[in-house]
């Protein structure tokens, strides 16, 4: 199969990738896959180069690792239908949740086909090197809020993932705090926070106060640039001890590129029961298009309308 680059961000296209390789990958006779990540027409949310820096995987990644690739080929330009994997978007929440065994088939996916360019894992290893290592790290990735409706509940302003992670601090360790976001007001409150333990990729473009969308959408001027920042943030996130996020591409890579990562959901416990109702009734309706769970279906539905009740 031959996966093209999708209207979205960075990770979105990458998840992309990998929901492929493990939907399809040794079904219906398809025993291997190439990407092509060309940019699109104008007006496209793939950012991440223009059409003169052609297939622009390469510049990121190594061909997938792959010994043959058959002259006969399918094109992909989205994820399989229906979404079993449920590692992108909102349906994400419900793999955070009932879906213990995700981390490591993708991990397995991701080691055995994906190579990272070493520039930029050499990037993100001079970063943690100078900053982090030795030190318990608790990773932040923060996004911007216009991105709440891929969330079960709205994101939470920066001073509440600030409150959450002191309170995941370990008493009588050196600790460092890795901020990953696209929303520069969220820099300046945990630099208020945090001080010195804050540590930051350099030179990092990002959304202001007043920007009417997430970043990739107000981008006017595709970059590789962009891409390699995204990148290096999730590795650097994927190095962390723990990691304090909502419903992410970004989060979910990182969860996978490291499985023995702690991954811990910015809410509160309402929004949890609301989320867990919900993810409930979503697994469930899932496989009931496949013939599972039929009879316990309509009950989830109601316990998911009674938290959302509940909630209000």
Same mark, same amino acid.
């Given at each position: 199969m &031959?996966?093209?680059?999708?209207?979205?961000?960075?990770?979105?296209?990458?998840?992309c990738?990998?929901?492929n390789?493990?939907?399809?990958?040794?079904?219906?006779g398809?025993?291997?896959?190439?990407?092509?990540w060309?940019?699109?027409?104008?007006?496209?949310?793939?950012?991440?180069g223009?059409?003169?820096?052609?297939?622009?995987?390469?510049?990121?990644?190594?061909?997938?690792?792959?010994?043959?690739?058959p002259?006969?080929q399918f094109?992909?330009?989205?994820?399989?239908?229906?979404?079993?994997?449920?590692?992108?978007?909102?349906?994400?929440?419900?793999?955070?949740?009932?879906?213990p065994f995700?981390?490591?088939?993708y991990?397995?996916?991701?080691?055995r086909?994906?190579t990272?360019k070493p520039?930029l894992?050499a990037?993100a290893e001079?970063?943690?090197n100078?900053?982090v290592?030795?030190?318990?790290?608790?990773?932040?990735?923060?996004r911007?809020?216009?991105?709440?409706?891929?969330?079960?509940?709205?994101?939470?302003?920066?001073e509440?993932?600030?409150?959450?992670?002191?309170a995941?601090l370990p008493?009588?360790?050196d600790?460092?705090?890795f901020?990953?976001?696209?929303f520069?007001?969220a820099?300046?409150?945990?630099?208020?926070?945090?001080g010195?333990?804050l540590?930051?990729?350099?030179?990092v473009?990002?959304?202001?106060a007043?920007a009417?969308?997430?970043?990739?959408?107000?981008?006017?001027?595709?970059?590789?640039?962009l891409?390699?920042q995204v990148?290096?943030?999730?590795?650097? &996130?994927?190095?962390?001890?723990?990691?304090?996020?909502?419903?992410?591409?970004?989060a979910?890579?990182?969860?996978?590129?490291?499985?023995?990562l702690?991954?811990?959901?910015?809410?509160?416990p309402?929004?949890a029961?609301?989320?867990?109702?919900?993810?409930?009734a979503?697994?469930l309706?899932?496989?009931?298009?496949t013939?599972?769970?039929k009879?316990?279906?309509?009950?989830?539905?109601?316990?998911?309308?009674?938290g959302?009740r509940?909630?209000?």
């Open positions: &031959l996966i093209h680059s999708r209207d979205g961000g960075f990770f979105s296209n990458f998840n990738v990998m929901s390789l493990e939907a399809l990958l040794g079904h219906n398809c025993v291997a896959a190439t990407v092509d060309t940019a699109p027409n104008n007006g496209s949310h793939f950012v991440y223009d059409r003169q820096d052609g297939n622009v995987w390469l510049h990121f990644f190594e061909p997938l690792r792959f010994a043959q690739i002259a006969r094109d992909v330009w989205d994820y399989p239908t229906p979404r079993a994997t449920l590692i992108s978007g909102k349906e994400a929440y419900a793999t955070y949740k009932f879906n995700w981390r490591r088939r991990h397995a996916l991701f080691s086909y994906v990272i520039f894992t990037r001079a970063i943690f100078a900053r290592a030795g030190r318990f790290c608790i990773g932040v990735h923060y911007n809020p216009r991105h709440g409706v891929e969330c079960p509940s709205p994101i939470p302003p920066p509440v993932f600030v409150e959450r992670v002191r995941l008493a009588g360790r600790a460092a705090i901020l990953a976001t696209d520069e007001p820099v300046a409150v945990f630099q208020v926070a945090f010195d333990a540590v930051l990729q350099p030179a473009s990002r959304a202001d007043g009417v969308d997430q970043m990739h959408h107000i981008t006017v001027d595709p970059s590789l640039k891409g390699e990148l290096v943030d999730c590795l650097l &996130l994927a190095r962390c001890q723990v990691l304090l996020h909502v419903t992410s591409n970004v979910t890579t990182a969860g996978y590129i490291n499985p023995r702690r991954l811990v959901y910015c809410e509160t309402a929004q029961w609301h989320g867990y109702t919900w993810a409930a979503w697994m309706e899932l496989w009931l298009r013939g599972w769970g009879p316990l279906f309509p009950l989830f539905r109601r316990l998911y309308r009674l959302k509940l909630r209000r």
